[in-house]
């Protein structure tokens, strides 16, 4: 097994490299403002990981989290720009699947006290 760290990171694949038809119409669908064009340009893997998720709100929500947050370290991080996409995609999530309507959520948290 090799020791290099640029064997283990994910190759590029067509899933990493361009947008998948549902997710196009998953933007399409997204009013606007909060469309994210640049993080889809930049990171189409993203975009069709979000898309995929958007229904399932305690999964798109970590996910969405994950993106905002670095809790692995050692990260480059996204620009700006990308940085407002995501929280205006973040926000616009949250007005859609209001956090505290999350029961499993709220059912997770308890069980972790």
């Known amino acids: 097994m090799t020791q290099d760290p640029a064997f283990h990171r994910k190759t590029a694949t067509d899933d990493n490299l361009t947008l998948h038809r549902e997710a ?4 399409a669908e997204l009013p606007e403002a909060v469309r994210p064009v640049e993080l889809g340009r930049a990171f189409p893997r993203i975009i069709n990981t979000v898309a995929a998720r958007w229904f399932d709100a305690v999964g798109c929500r970590d996910y969405l989290n994950g993106l905002q947050f670095d809790d692995r370290g ?3 991080g996204f620009s700006f720009a990308i ?4 929280a205006a995609l973040r926000e616009h999530f949250d007005a859609v699947y209001p956090p505290d309507h999350d029961v499993w959520r709220k059912a997770f948290d308890a069980g972790q006290r």
């Open 83 to 86: 940085v407002q996409e995501i």
């Open 74 to 76: 050692g990260r480059q």
């Open 24 to 27: 196009i119409r998953w933007m």
